[in-house]
């Protein structure tokens, strides 16, 4: 059994509610929200996983639920192997999970990224503010009903505004290569045509 | 007011102001077009007198939603887009990229194949170095280093137009291949590039290593201890830097760097001398790399015959057999046709640990692709080592640091 089987075996044996999720490479567990921190400890102090390699979430599109998984990666410097971690979040228009900004100071970011991309909340987190959006954005792009075109947006500077009418606008779907869909397809909707035709540079996207 | 500050230059001691003289901090913005930030990033500085109390890094002006991108193309039309991460250093983007989606498919790519990634990453990684260093050296007042990297540079160009048709987004590694093979006599032109590259190499960081204004500059200076490089999720250079031996070539191969025979540089202190030195240090590692590379270049295909549903064949095949003209169709309109299943893979890529996190339900498109940008990872410990320090410090710390906008924003 490879190290990061073996500590996850020795982890379920402590923590019962934690089960196994699937994976395609690395040793992989779900963790309920509750027991999150006291395992992500365990798994830091006692089995030397003491790098947090990436933190992200994962959107499961609207009407499922739980919605939101948050999904940590971590690596042994000592031993190196990855653990996958993955943990529901509470809530699905709100959601909400534990920050873990204090194991690790790198989750910091990291979380900053997942709240300004989900609109996930880290409880607990220092200093949750937007991290790749401007402050005052008002959407969370990486939710699935989010638009690939970006929707139109009043910029950050009230004075600018008024000043130049300048505005974000959302970019035109005409043509381009951002047709495929994710899933089962037929062919004529993964041909390179815009999907959505009601409108492009010429004709202005309808209200 | 009386701060609790390391002050590590001997004027700056001299000029602290005395006990119980409370004087105004002042806010200043550095960014997002300095020459010193590398780009577009922005830092959001405290200042009492000349030294910082307060650093926030602002980001994010180079985003373009790689991440909500990928969702809405095919595996193989995303290619392109790992250039843009970390544009120094493209042809590694590609590779890591296309292991992450080879590794969902479980699909194993031929020993050429694999030789001629190693080979491509490793000059890039020479490549990156190159102006990394060439940077760093601007950035303490060393123009000359930048002149000879960029010469230098400009071969290894050479070297990536004629493998790849591109000189700088080169899109050259396939999902189960390379875009094409080697051209005749490319390897023998990378190993002559080698041979007369490792003394021009001595002469660049002849110029820095023992270079006094340099060592001013650089030695005890943005000291991240290990502890921190590991709790900031630092990888790279700049980890090995403070002494911690992780190199994912080596404890977690890929791509068959198993069977190649390098050193791991790291550092002792885990300033920004020690930054340096370990850049120089990994740039004579690529270069034993590849000479093995190519001394023992496999034969055989360049791309995984097996890939049927993954891999668009061989031009002249689409053009002549009716077979291959289907198959081809099928991969450009529906794309590689990939299991569900979840899958992280990081690479080593010059900045670092490059990361793809892919979330697959099946088709030809990721449900969810995240990328580990290393650069990302690598600034966000800024907050911790700038303060503290003069702002002349902060331009010597960004640039032993090596960061790339690009890949920090996605």
């Known amino acids: ?207 | 007011m009386a701060t609790e500050m390391n002050i590590p230059d001997s004027a700056a001691r001299g000029a602290q102001v005395p006990a119980g003289f409370d004087s105004e901090r002042m806010s200043l913005s550095m960014g997002p077009s300095h020459p010193s930030t590398h780009g577009v990033l922005r830092l959001q500085m405290e200042l009492d007198g000349e030294v910082l109390t307060k650093c926030d890094p602002v980001i994010g002006y180079l985003h373009r939603g790689d991440e909500k991108i990928a969702e809405n193309m095919t595996y193989n039309q995303f290619v392109p887009y790992t250039d843009r991460l970390d544009y120094l250093a493209p042809l590694a983007n590609n590779m890591a990229y296309a292991i992450a989606v080879e590794r969902l498919a479980k699909l194993e790519v031929p020993a050429r194949c694999q030789a001629i990634r190693v080979i491509t990453a490793e000059l890039a990684r020479i490549s990156a170095h190159l102006l990394g260093l060439g940077a760093f050296g601007i950035d303490t007042g060393a123009w000359t280093v930048f002149m000879y990297a960029f010469t230098e540079r400009e071969k290894l160009y050479t070297l990536f137009e004629e493998l790849t048709g591109a000189r700088f987004t080169t899109s050259y590694a396939r999902i189960g291949g390379v875009a094409r093979d080697v051209p005749e006599g490319w390897t023998q032109r990378v190993d002559k590039f080698c041979d007369q590259f490792l003394p021009i190499l001595e002469e660049i960081l002849a110029l820095l290593s023992r270079n006094k204004i340099f060592m001013d500059r650089t030695v005890g200076v943005g000291v991240i201890s290990r502890e921190d490089a590991i709790a900031y999720g630092l990888t790279g250079p700049n980890l090995r830097g403070s002494g911690v031996p992780l190199d994912l070539r080596k404890d977690r191969p890929y791509s068959g760097y198993e069977q190649y025979d390098f050193d791991v540089p790291v550092g002792t202190t885990g300033d920004s001398y020690d930054r340096y030195l370990v850049r120089g240090e990994e740039m004579r590692q690529s270069v034993r790399i590849i000479k093995q590379a190519v001394a023992n270049f496999p034969t055989g295909l360049w791309y995984a015959p097996d890939a049927k549903r993954i891999f668009a064949p061989p031009k002249d095949k689409v053009l002549t057999s009716m077979e291959e003209l289907i198959q081809n169709f099928m991969i450009v309109t529906e794309g590689p046709q990939l299991p569900p299943g979840e899958v992280y893979f990081e690479a080593e890529n010059p900045k670092g640990a490059l990361g793809f996190y892919i979330v697959s339900k099946g088709g030809g498109v990721p449900y969810r692709l995240r990328i580990r940008a290393p650069s990302f990872c690598n600034l966000s410990i800024l907050p911790k080592v700038c303060v503290g320090n003069l702002v002349s410090d902060v331009v010597s710390i960004l640039g032993s640091l090596d960061f790339v906008m690009g890949e920090c924003d996605r």
């Open chain 1, 1 to 207: 059994m490879s190290a990061p089987a073996a500590a996850l075996t020795a982890l379920r044996e402590k923590f019962p509610r934690v089960t196994e999720r699937a994976s395609a490479d690395h040793p992989a567990a779900d963790v309920p929200a509750e027991e999150l921190l006291a395992v992500l400890r365990c798994l830091r102090d006692e089995h030397g996983y003491d790098l947090l390699a990436d933190l992200t979430a994962v959107d499961w599109a609207e009407g499922a639920s739980p919605r939101f998984t948050v999904i940590y990666h971590l690596l042994s410097t000592a031993t190196p192997g990855y653990l996958r971690l993955a943990t529901a979040c509470a809530g699905d228009t709100e959601p909400a999970a534990p920050s873990v900004t204090g194991l690790w100071p790198a989750a910091n970011w990291h979380e900053r990224e997942a709240y300004d991309m989900f609109g996930i909340r880290f409880t607990g987190h220092p200093d949750l503010r937007r991290i790749l959006m401007w402050d005052g954005y008002p959407h969370h792009p990486l939710r699935k009903e989010f638009p690939l075109a970006g929707v139109e947006t009043p910029l950050p500077d009230p004075e600018i505004v008024a000043e130049t009418g300048a505005k974000a606008i959302a970019a035109p779907m005409a043509g381009g290569p951002f047709v495929a869909s994710p899933g089962e397809m037929k062919m004529t909707e993964a041909e390179p045509r815009a999907k959505d035709e009601s409108w492009n540079e010429a004709k202005d996207k309808p209200e």
